[in-house]
């Protein structure tokens, strides 16, 4: 066997000597222990950013167009009672989904809420589109906040 740079002097010289025989001449890789110690930083920098992410949370439900007009636009929403409870009191966009199909419709930015009837839920809301005529019905989606990420990931918790 000729010395190539593969092996230490040492292990040749044991291999010739006769002092292997039997056994499996190990060579020990530098990659896998960088290959751990990478895996490792990665998975505790994604450990590090999922503590902090926050996911957007939301709720829909059946509502309907009273009207649309220069004022801007009313929905009637028929949330469940758990569902009220779970809406905030300053909302942001409305997404409103015809039951017709197609893509959701943003209603605005600004809206109000008259929750004064046991059942429904009267929104007003900033300028819509005027192809949501009265009558139409549909979805609203409604956002009701921010969760941390790590919360909807545990187990059981949805």
Not at 124 to 153: D, Q
Request: glycine share 12%.
């Amino acid at each position: 066997m000729h010395d190539d740079g593969l092996f230490r002097e040492e292990a040749l010289r044991r291999f010739r000597e006769g002092g292997t025989r039997g056994q499996v001449l190990r060579l020990a890789a530098r990659w896998p222990s960088w290959a751990v110690a990478t895996l490792l930083v990665c998975v505790s920098a994604l450990a590090l950013w999922a503590a902090g992410a926050e996911v957007e949370t939301s709720t829909r439900f059946p509502a309907e167009v009273v009207e649309n007009g220069l004022r801007g636009i009313c929905l009637r929403a028929y949330p469940t009672s758990e569902q009220h409870a779970s809406i905030p009191h300053s909302v942001g966009p409305l997404v409103f989904h015809p039951a017709s199909g197609g893509g959701g419709i943003s209603v605005g930015a600004l809206n109000t809420w008259d929750d004064r009837h046991p059942r429904a839920v009267t929104i007003l809301a900033g300028p819509a589109p005027t192809t949501l005529r009265p009558g139409t019905k549909g979805w609203l989606e409604v956002p009701t906040g921010r969760i941390p990420l790590l919360e909807v990931l545990r187990p059981g918790s949805r």
